[in-house]
């Protein structure tokens, strides 16, 4: 039996895979780590093999405290990072210390820490780059997009995900980065979640691209899968559901849109100032042209994950968002 810490555990994400770590006989007990006050955080924090703390994982001495603390106290074996800022919009200097500076202190900690051994690392399928010329199924020796000009919601993944893969074999603790595809559902911070929450959906005249989208049960699969795995490395997490972008638009419910594509990106910046909505266009121009889909291949073969919880979706169906 091993003794488990998640960061994000307050999350959509977090919260399911803490209740399913909770569950399983292999662990023996459950740090949950979030921002939010313990009489504010889980509504299971009751649970006798359970142990939640507020801490603030951008201040590197709280992370140090946490670790060196009741981490090593309940003798922690394993850290699953899903700690980040989950806003696409939002940017600075206090994003990039959530989004990266905050997995860096806890790979230098976990390198010297007695009893850590194994860090897994939920990673972003938007690390990839997308364009005309590259394959459509992505395996995990695509390239990135390591492009200077892209958004800081882009940026920060790409530098946190290189963080976790250039310390593979030079630390203490193993290494493991999940490349997940997007979870539809609300708070998981999916742009395709928002750009489906319109009644009417906009996309780019004479494209319909393809699309991979998991579940938040499958997204925890493979999480687990990861924890009581060995070894380390980069692996792609898809989902159980790919379809064309026309399509996820009608099984959701709402109206898909062709329109000439210069027009598109001004219509839906006046439709975040109108309502707030995350979705940026300029962030997602390129999936939304050419579209991409997760090679599950690795993932199935190391750690015997495989999707296998498809998107209800709510036409034909009763959709429940955390399925």
């Known amino acids: 039996m091993r003794s488990v810490l998640v960061t994000g555990a ?7 895979l803490v209740r399913s770590l909770i569950a399983d006989t292999r662990v023996s ?8 006050p313990p009489d504010r955080a889980l509504p299971f924090s009751h649970e006798q093999r359970l142990t939640y703390v507020q801490v603030d994982l951008t201040k590197s001495r709280q992370v140090r405290d946490l670790l060196f603390g009741v981490a090593r106290d309940r003798s922690v074996e394993v850290v ?4 980040q800022h989950r806003s696409a919009r939002d940017r600075g200097h206090k994003v990039h210390q959530a989004n990266v500076e905050a997995l860096r202190s806890i790979l230098d900690l976990s390198d010297r820490h007695p009893t850590i051994r194994r860090v897994v690392v939920r ?10 010329d ?17 958004p800081q919601y882009v940026r920060d993944r790409v ?16 290494i493991v980065v999940l490349r997940c595809a997007e979870a539809l559902g609300p708070g998981m ?12 959906a906009l996309r780019p005249a004479g494209f319909d691209p393809m699309v991979n989208v998991a579940t938040v049960a499958d997204l925890v699969s493979a999480v687990e899968a990861a924890t009581h795995g060995s070894g380390e490395g980069v692996f792609n997490i898809p989902g159980a559901d790919t379809l064309p972008l026309s399509e996820a638009c009608r099984k959701w419910g709402c109206v898909s849109f062709p329109m000439p594509g210069p027009l598109v990106a001004p219509v839906y910046g006046l439709r975040h100032r109108l309502t707030g909505s995350e979705f940026s266009y300029g962030l997602n121009r390129k999936t939304m042209h050419f579209g991409f889909v997760l090679d599950g291949t690795r993932a199935g073969e190391v750690l ?8 209800d979706w709510p036409v034909g169906g009763v959709v429940r968002m955390g399925a």
């Open 159 to 174: 530098e946190a995900d290189l963080t976790a893969c250039t310390r593979m074999g030079l630390t203490n603790a193993e």
């Open 123 to 132: 990673s972003f399928s938007v690390v990839y780059r997308v364009s005309m």
């Open 189 to 200: 911070g999916s742009q395709l979640f928002d750009y489906l929450a319109s009644p009417v």
């Open 29 to 36: 007990h459950v740090l949950a780590v979030g921002k939010e």
């Open 304 to 311: 015997g994950y495989r999707p296998s919880h498809p998107v």
């Open 80 to 83: 699953v990072h899903l700690s």
């Open 10 to 16: 307050t999350t959509p994400l977090g919260e399911r």
């Open 134 to 150: 590259l394959p459509v199924l992505v395996t995990e020796d695509h390239p990135l997009n390591l492009d200077p000009r892209a």
